[in-house]
């Protein structure tokens, strides 16, 4: 039987891997004991293997036991982590979500024989595959995605809870957005160009500027329109950038009572409180892709996929890890089904080309209740 390591025993990480134990032997490796035991008390058939990524040496060892890999580290560590990885010769599929350009690692796998998709969650992630698969079909000209994990109680003043580290969410917030507007791309700062926009069961919600198009401005550079915004509950982007403008996500040290501290370390301590998720806390996630082309009879398509998910009380999973998660579960049963070989890094919207990888991902999320609602409207020549 296939034995899998998942790095990363976080939120996502967990649930991927119990996931993955219906089919396979997994191991859950992360530095925290405690998070490790936690798994282990959920699911007793998951082995648990503390493990230090950063120790070069230690993790070619343990990887070599193993025939597939899920890394879901923290984006600082991803990088180096996945090179790590590719070097010990072992196939990944990736959620760390890494600032570096996965493309740098792409001889080395290619070198090791070696499959590595990256950024294989929901956005990044399952937006890329759709736009892979409408690619082949439509002569696109638009692609936008509008995606947000919220929680079901708003509880002021930021209405937002977090199923990963504060810090990661706050480099959403300072990372300038890059975006393409008639074939050029173009950088806004972050938390800009704000709308409501409406959507079914949640009502309102706020877009703004943010950086996710990521890979897809590089792979897919013939389209002339492509954006990416988050959403989050009115009101919610304003008290954000209250703390931006006013100095509290600088990284730049100030001295309090002799001691040196980035207001960004202090203001994440503060957060990590304010937006925990709880483990049962009820959230969701909301999620629209928008893409519009032209077909082979030159009639203009517009293709909606809308995604709303919530929190599963049945096996106490996160929509944000069961749309994240899910994602990149389905990837590795399709990869290891034999769906995908070619070698390299690989991106999803490179995936979704693929009919069959971009029905088998859809099907295999629909089976965890995690739907994507398609729309499709021809404007006739």
Known sequence: MTNIIVIGAGMVGSAMAADLSKKYIVTIADLSIVRLNHVRLKHPAINILQVDVCDKTTLLSILADFDFVVCAVPGFLGFRTIKTIIEAGKNVVDISFFPENAFELDTLAKAK??????????????????????NEKLKLTDFETLVGGLPKVKKWPFNYKA??????????????????????????????????????????????????????????????NMKEKTLRYPGHVEYVRVLKDSGFFSEKKIMINETEISPLDFTSKILFDEWKLGETEEELTVMRVTLKGKNKNGETEEVIYNLYDEYCPETQ??????TTGYTATAVANMFLEGLFTEKGIFPPELIGKHEACFEYILNYLKERNVNYVKTQTTKKV
């Open 113 to 134: 024989g070696v499959t590595a998709i990256v950024d294989c969650g929901v956005a990044p992630g399952m937006h890329n595959i759709i736009l892979g698969y409408y």
């Open 163 to 224: 199923p990963f580290s504060p810090i990661d969410v706050i480099e959403e917030y300072t990372r300038p957005a890059r975006y393409v507007e008639n074939g050029n791309i173009v950088v806004r700062e972050a938390l800009t160009d704000c709308e409501f926009v409406e959507f079914d069961k949640v009502g309102t919600l706020e877009s703004f500027n943010s950086d996710g198009l990521r890979s897809i401005l590089f792979t897919m550079p013939h389209i002339k």
């Open 317 to 322: 999973t996160s929509s944000m890890a069961r």
